[in-house]
């Protein structure tokens, strides 16, 4: 594949730049700030997909306002495709187009590039110096391994997993540690199993207290961890609260932007105000020519209308102008008055259906689905209250069982032995002790009898010990096993009483926040089904009530400019009687009286040259003011405007349209971090009751978190006190316990040891499979790049090492920081020129030999130039170079 042009759109300082590409070497110099990184990152964003909003830094959103994007115009097995991407989700949207002029989709570049993807694409193909660098921010170990494994695809990540279950290993035990979770566990078993070594049978009573210091010991932990949970909540809210005022107004501001009309540029007001300038210009002009007009005709008998109409001549030619102006705005007047009357007819049949008396303001689509998912929720939350409620009560009533168990086994623990068997063991031992006597006083031959006595009592005393033990250590186990049960029993009660408790928490401000919805948009005489089902309706009653406001201005504003006009005349008020004439008899009276002075005066220009020439200067000038004011209008019209009242009202429009842009962004700035949180509460009311509802639980756990440390310390104590009796039980149970952890811990360490020792010798593995024929071209770029200086690289199992021309072998930290990056570079071109028989991508390389000498930056561009034959290389560099074949092109900063 090879990049044939590349046409960038807008991507960083680059808009409208085309650039054509060498089909081998293609080398970018200029100096900083010269786009050459902007140029690198565009290839890769048009084939890969552009930078998301999660890594703003990467973005190279252009400032000037073109569009954001390019293409790119690539040959592959002889076929032409242009790839153009831009700005859209996910990474900007592509469109491949073939050379038939066929279009396809992002899938088609995927399996246009395959198997190469981006990932692949940044850790072979495009480097720059820092990934160079990056190199020497690792250990020597790791810089090692790092280069061991450079020929696996994706190695860099499976490294960094296997690194960290090394580090989660770690966590768990180190063979010297002390803090460790298996460290302490081993040495806890350790003194449990000291303890049990000397420890006696223990008394029920000591195993049922330590089982409940355990239970409450658990308890605080969880009420700690909920009540930390519930503070930092609390919190938020309380900040939330805060900002409330400020997002309040930013609401207030965005809903009167968004139902006030686009602004007009400021050029229609400097051209208007321009035309206006000339047409007064014009005025004086005609006021002049008037005045020699009347000189011309002093001596002659004229009637007093003509010479009335004579000296207001500019005046006349100014209004009646505006005669076809008017005539259409009496039209308008006509048509508006029955526009409104159809919107007043809509809105009557819609409020009747709605059953509404005026028009309510519609939710907004935020509320409208806030509203439906609170209807959701309500009744989601109902059913789960319900739910709750009968498994609340089959808990108790299995714990009522358990509780009735535990009594009568412990009734049966405390039971005395019968009387009659106890007499019968006294019985046992006093026959036994009388023959031991009798033995021990008879002749020393017969002392065999109290011997035997004696031998006898004790068999009986070990009789009665073994028939005594089986008959208490079943009862006693099922004790104990009934105890756990109630124990767990009334642990699952007390989660349900918590849960149910949310629940009706959730549902009561579920039901506040729908109340308040209501209040806020004065739905109260509204049915839950008109709110949610109908609004459609209420948008379309509030529209045509709007409309009829509209219309009627209109209306008012069309009237208004009639009556202005009529009151041009008002010098003429002794002539011409409009005064309670109808708009269009006045305008036929103006008519008429206007064309009978201008008949007379064609008459008199005729009989008159110097009336006549002034009379054409006169016409000359009134219809360069006519072409002004055909200027006027068609200026306002084009605007959609009708008067200059109404432009200078636009005009004022338009600056408080600014002033609340301003305040706008003033509370967006305020406001940035909590707005997604703000958003989620329809009104303050719902904020309100969630921050009362949370802070109400918050004092509920803090005073639950102390009654159970006070409980736990009097159960510690208690605890202590029983511990004389012994707890041999409880101890063996604890090594169980201490055991199954230990298992346990040990089983999790094994895991992330194997798994980080699997992917290390797999990426091993894969390397060396690999390697071979890397290697080879890695050893020849590097005796290239080197000038020879260094003639093999050696592959071990756990590192890399590289041989100089006199034999003598270093490590990769003992090179010099330039060589290693050559040696990296090498590798990577090799790993390139390995992989070209399945997929050739051009190399990009920005600015990555600067600790390069110029004698190894020269034999770099000769390597680069050899495999420029079989994959197209694409170079940027900050210096200026020479190149025996391929193209170089300056970029200007």
């Not at 109409?309 to 505006?322: G, L, P, S, T």
């Not at 992917?759 to 390697?771: D, G, P, V």
């Given at each position: 594949m090879r990049i044939e042009a590349v046409d960038i759109f807008g991507f960083g300082k680059w808009y409208d730049q085309h650039f054509d590409f060498d089909p081998q070497l293609q080398v970018f110099q200029g100096a900083n700030e010269a786009g050459k990184s902007t140029l690198s990152a565009f290839i890769d964003g048009v084939l890969f997909g552009f930078a998301t909003k999660k890594k703003p830094y990467a973005q190279y959103i252009p400032k000037t306002g073109h569009s954001y994007g390019g293409q790119l115009t690539l040959v592959q097995a002889g076929q032409r495709y242009v790839v153009k991407r831009v700005a859209g989700r996910a990474g900007g949207d592509v469109t491949v187009t073939t050379a038939d002029g066929q279009q396809h989709d992002e899938a088609f570049l995927q399996q246009l590039l395959a198997p190469i993807d981006g990932q692949l694409f940044r850790q072979i193909f495009r480097f720059g110096q820092q990934d160079l660098m990056a190199i020497f921010q690792l250990q020597q170990a790791d810089l090692s391994r790092h280069l061991l494994t450079v020929g696996a695809a994706g190695s860099q990540d499976w490294l960094n997993l296997a690194q960290k279950y090394r580090r989660e290993a770690a966590r768990l035990y180190k063979p010297r540690g002390r803090v460790w979770p298996l460290n302490q566990a081993l040495s806890q078993l350790d003194d449990l199993n000291a303890k049990l070594a000397d420890a006696q049978a223990t008394l029920p009573a000591y195993l049922a207290q330590q089982q409940k210091v355990q239970r409450q010991q658990a308890a605080v932990a969880t009420l700690g961890q909920q009540l930390n949970a519930e503070r930092d909540l609390v919190n938020q809210l309380s900040q939330l609260v805060a900002a409330w005022p400020n997002y309040q107004a930013w609401q207030e501001v965005s809903q009167q932007l968004a139902q006030q009309p686009a602004s007009l540029a400021p050029q229609v007001y400097q051209d208007y105000q321009a035309l206006q300038q000339k047409r007064s210009s014009k005025n004086a002009e005609l006021q002049q020519l008037a005045a020699k007009l009347n000189a011309t005709t002093d001596e002659q008998q004229l009637a007093?209308?003509?010479?009335?109409?004579?000296?207001?001549?500019?005046?006349?030619?100014?209004?009646?102008?505006?005669?076809?102006?008017?005539?259409?705005?009496?039209?308008v007047s006509a048509q508006l008055q029955q526009q409104s009357q159809a919107l007043q007819q809509e809105s009557q049949q819609l409020q009747q259906s709605l059953g509404v008396t005026t028009a309510v303001q519609p939710l907004s689509e935020l509320d409208l689905t806030q509203a439906r998912n609170n209807q959701q929720q309500r009744q989601k939350l109902q059913v789960q209250a319900q739910q709750q409620q009968q498994a609340l009560q089959q808990q108790q009533a299995q714990s009522q069982q358990l509780e009735q168990q535990v009594v009568q086994l412990e009734n049966q623990l405390q039971q005395p032995t019968s009387r009659s068997q106890r007499q019968h063991k006294q019985s046992n031992y006093l026959i036994w002790g009388v023959v031991a006597v009798i033995g021990l006083l008879l002749p020393s031959w017969a002392k065999l009898i109290g011997l035997v006595g004696l031998a006898g009592g004790a068999w009986q005393f070990y009789r009665q010990q073994q028939t005594m033990t089986p008959s208490t250590d079943p009862v006693q186990q099922q004790w104990q096993q009934a105890l756990a049960e109630l124990d767990q029993q009334q642990a699952q009660i007390a989660a349900l009483t918590q849960q149910q408790t949310t629940t009706q928490a959730n549902l009561a401000a579920y039901t506040a926040a729908w109340e308040s919805l209501k209040t806020r948009y004065a739905y109260d005489a509204l049915s839950d089904d008109v709110i949610l089902n109908h609004q459609h309706d209420l948008q379309r009653l509030l529209a045509c009530q709007q409309q009829i406001s509209q219309v009627k201005q209109r209306q008012s504003a069309t009237d208004q400019q009639i009556q202005q006009w009529l009151a041009g005349f008002d010098f003429a008020r002794d002539w011409l009687s409009l005064a309670n004439a109808e708009p269009a008899a006045a305008i036929e009276q103006v008519t008429t009286f206007v064309t009978n002075q201008q008949q007379q005066l064609a008459t008199l220009r005729d009989g008159n040259q110097n009336y006549a020439y002034y009379q054409q200067q006169t016409t000359r000038v009134q219809q360069e003011l006519a072409t002004l004011d055909q200027a006027l209008h068609d200026l306002l019209a084009q605007h959609h405007l009708v008067s200059e009242h109404e432009l200078k009202q636009r005009h004022q429009a338009d600056q408080a349209q600014n002033q609340l842009l301003e305040r706008q962004q003033v509370l967006h700035s305020q406001l940035d971090a909590l707005l997604p949180a703000l958003k989620k509460y329809p009104d303050q009311a719902v904020l309100q009751t969630e921050l009362h509802t949370r802070q109400a639980e918050l004092q509920q756990q803090q005073a639950q978190l102390d009654t159970a440390q006070r409980q736990l310390t009097t159960d510690q104590t208690e605890l202590t006190q029983l511990a004389s009796d012994g707890s041999y039980r409880v101890l063996r149970q604890?090594?169980?316990?201490?055991?199954?952890?230990?298992?346990?811990?040990?089983?999790?360490?094994?895991?992330?040891?194997?798994?980080?020792?699997?992917?290390?010798?797999?990426?091993?593995?894969?390397?060396?499979?690999?390697?071979?024929a890397m290697l080879t071209l890695a050893e020849q770029y590097f005796a290239i790049l080197t000038q020879q200086r260094y003639v093999k690289i050696k592959l071990t199992p756990d590192q890399i090492t590289v041989v100089r021309q006199d034999r003598q072998q270093f490590a990769v930290s003992e090179l010099s920081q330039g060589t290693a990056e050559q040696l990296y570079v090498a590798l990577r071109l090799a790993f390139a020129q390995t992989i070209s028989d399945v997929q050739q991508i051009p190399l990009v390389i920005d600015d990555s030999f600067v600790n390069f000498d110029a004698p190894r930056q020269q034999q770099v561009l000769t390597l680069l130039t050899e495999l420029s034959r079989t994959n197209q290389v694409i170079y940027f560099t900050a210096r200026t170079v020479q190149v025996t074949s391929g193209q170089v092109t300056q970029l200007q900063a």
């Open positions: 007093p209308a003509f010479l009335f109409y004579q000296q207001h001549q500019a005046e006349f030619v100014a209004q009646i102008a505006q005669v076809a102006d008017i005539q259409a705005a009496v039209q604890q090594v169980a316990q201490q055991e199954a952890e230990i298992t346990e811990l040990t089983q999790r360490w094994l895991s992330y040891q194997l798994a980080a020792q699997w992917i290390e010798q797999t990426l091993s593995q894969a390397s060396q499979q690999r390697l071979p």
